[in-house]
């Protein structure tokens, strides 16, 4: 009888270690408490005045929305909220600006016996490989042109002095020009004056052509806004050679 005794109690023992162990493993186990996100609106808003007070819009804007968007109800977030509508419309509008001002190329270089400017802008529409050049010449001895080129193997369909359908933002208006006789595929504008004081005014130029190459008709699209007459340099005239 006592052998049975201690053999239960050694028995109740044991359980009460198990349990023991397996409440002690639950508790090391069991997962911490999530820890709040540090606020570090302060910190991200002293940046954001830096970024205004050097005038860095891009990155400005950046830092703003990341504060509206991670702390939509700090002091941070109240004072970004009076500024950064303006800073972005700032941004959107200078990088706007700057896109359209790099549509154009300028270039001063000797050309057949004598010096050219010139002004380039490439179609928006079509792009690619099928895009035409719309440029604007100075030459010391040729003068002022202003026409159409297409760099691949083929021109332009115009017979004799054709007309161009064109809009200059959207008002429509005609375009009167002539292939050269020498056979470069590109049209000339009889109007060259007429023709850059309307680029001058406009920010989008559509014409209407028919290129050699099957006879196809397209839409040329120029974004000419950031067209700037002081970066196209005059040439002056080559003098006379005496005889």
């Given at each position: 009888?006592?052998?049975?005794?201690?053999?239960?109690?050694?028995?109740?023992?044991?359980?009460?270690?198990?349990?023991?162990?397996?409440?002690?493993?639950?508790?090391?186990?069991?997962?911490?408490?999530?820890?709040?996100?540090?606020?570090?609106?302060?910190?991200?808003?002293?940046?954001?005045?830096?970024?205004?007070?050097?005038?860095?819009?891009?990155?400005?804007?950046?830092?703003?929305?990341?504060?509206?968007?991670?702390?939509?109800?700090?002091?941070?977030?109240?004072?970004v909220q009076?500024?950064?509508?303006?800073?972005?419309?700032?941004?959107?509008?200078?990088?706007?600006?700057?896109?359209?001002?790099?549509?154009?190329?300028?270039?001063?270089?000797?050309?057949?016996?004598?010096?050219?400017?010139?002004?380039?802008?490439?179609?928006?529409?079509?792009?690619?490989?099928?895009?035409?050049?719309?440029?604007?010449?100075?030459?010391?001895?040729?003068?002022?042109?202003?026409?159409?080129?297409?760099?691949?193997?083929?021109?332009?369909?115009?017979?004799?002095?054709?007309?161009?359908?064109?809009?200059?933002?959207?008002?429509?208006?005609?375009?009167?020009?002539?292939?050269?006789?020498?056979?470069?595929?590109?049209?000339?504008?009889?109007?060259?004056?007429?023709?850059?004081?309307?680029l001058e005014?406009?920010?989008?130029?559509?014409?209407?052509?028919?290129?050699?190459?099957?006879?196809?008709?397209?839409?040329?699209?120029?974004?000419?806004?950031?067209?700037?007459?002081?970066?196209?340099?005059?040439?002056?005239?080559?003098?006379?050679?005496?005889?």
């Amino acid at each position: 009888m006592n052998q049975r005794l201690r053999l239960a109690a050694t028995t109740f023992g044991s359980l009460l270690a198990l349990a023991g162990c397996s409440q002690s493993g639950d508790q090391a186990q069991a997962p911490q408490q999530a820890q709040a996100p540090v606020d570090d609106s302060a910190g991200k808003l002293d940046t954001y005045r830096q970024l205004l007070r050097i005038n860095n819009d891009e990155m400005a804007v950046t830092m703003g929305k990341e504060i509206l968007s991670r702390y939509p109800n700090s002091a941070a977030a109240k004072e970004v909220q009076e500024t950064l509508p303006a800073i972005e419309k700032r941004y959107i509008e200078n990088s706007e600006k700057n896109r359209l001002a790099g549509l154009w190329l300028y270039q001063v270089s000797p050309m057949a016996g004598g010096t050219q400017s010139t002004a380039t802008i490439y179609t928006s529409q079509p792009g690619g490989e099928n895009r035409v050049r719309l440029v604007l010449r100075r030459h010391t001895e040729w003068g002022q042109n202003a026409f159409l080129f297409n760099g691949g193997p083929h021109g332009f369909v115009c017979k004799g002095v054709c007309s161009i359908k064109a809009t200059f933002d959207g008002k429509p208006g005609t375009i009167s020009a002539f292939a050269p006789t020498t056979g470069e595929p590109a049209l000339l504008f009889k109007d060259d004056k007429g023709f850059i004081a309307q680029l001058e005014k406009a920010k989008k130029i559509t014409m209407d052509v028919t290129l050699q190459d099957g006879e196809k008709k397209v839409t040329l699209v120029f974004e000419t806004g950031g067209f700037d007459p002081s970066k196209w340099q005059a040439v002056s005239k080559s003098p006379a050679k005496k005889k």
